[in-house]
């Protein structure tokens, strides 16, 4: 069965503390990895998709890696407006086209 | 529209009674889903719908959730005779293709009481 699990739950940072959010994955036959950023109320934002291990993809200060079993978010000197729940989600290679996501990581960056 | 609009914003409504909700992708996305995220929970699949092809309703709890898709643009997710463990906010997103970021709406805040 398909599984997502991040870690931390919650992590608190100093603006300008750099830190890495965890997401490992299992699945049959990865056809992407998808990271999303979700503030209060509303939907998730898309971020990411990276697709084979080895592939890295950054945009501002956060910077997205993959390795066959895990995904690292990567936040670097990190702002206030970074505070959000981080989401990864993973597309199986079954019949079905849908994402299996993880409950996330709260992040919350203070001044 | 530029994005993924959901209405309503927020629906209250008695145990026992039907709601309906509307999901207008963006123009031109082929593939619509339908996620409902309780809270402390991750997103749950719900049902996918890919151009002309039958859905994929793996996901949907029970026969008291249906879905459809008209003329492959708008679609609408239906709750019948609903029950407090349906409480939880329900996305739709969309998407130009598979494999693919989806683009997700602000989603439907459902409250049965």
């Known amino acids: 069965e398909d599984q997502v699990t991040q870690s931390p739950e919650a992590l608190r940072l100093q603006e300008g503390e750099s830190s890495s959010l965890n997401c490992s994955y299992t699945?049959?036959?990865?056809?992407?990895l998808f990271w999303y950023r979700q503030d209060p109320g509303k939907g998730p934002e898309f971020l990411f998709t990276?697709?084979?291990a080895g592939e890295e993809k950054e945009k501002e200060r956060l910077k997205a890696t993959l390795t066959k079993k895990e995904s690292f978010l990567h936040i670097t000197a990190p702002k206030p407006e970074d505070s959000a729940t981080y989401l990864c989600?993973?597309?199986?290679?079954?019949?079905?086209?849908?994402?299996?996501f993880g409950t996330g990581t709260l992040l919350a960056v203070q001044p | 529209g530029a994005g993924v609009s959901q209405s309503p914003s927020n629906k209250v409504t008695e145990k026992g009674k039907d709601v309906e909700l509307r999901c207008d992708p963006i123009?031109?996305?082929?593939?619509l889903y339908w996620y409902r995220q309780s809270l402390g929970q991750g997103l749950e699949f719900l049902i996918y719908?890919?151009?002309?092809?039958?859905?994929?309703k793996s996901g949907l709890p029970s026969d008291r959730f249906s879905a459809e898709r008209t003329g492959g643009s708008v679609s609408t997710l239906t709750i019948q005779r609903t029950q407090q463990e349906d409480s939880a906010v329900y996305l739709c997103?969309?998407?130009?293709?598979?494999?693919?970021?989806?683009?997700f709406g602000s989603g439907t805040r459902l409250t049965v009481v």
């Open positions: 997103a969309s998407s130009p293709r598979t494999s693919y970021g989806y683009t």
């Open positions: 989600a993973v597309e199986g290679g079954g019949a079905t086209n849908k994402l299996i």
């Open positions: 719908f890919q151009g002309n092809s039958a859905p994929d």
């Open positions: 990276l697709y084979s």
């Open positions: 699945v049959s036959g990865l056809r992407g």
């Open positions: 123009s031109g996305h082929t593939a």
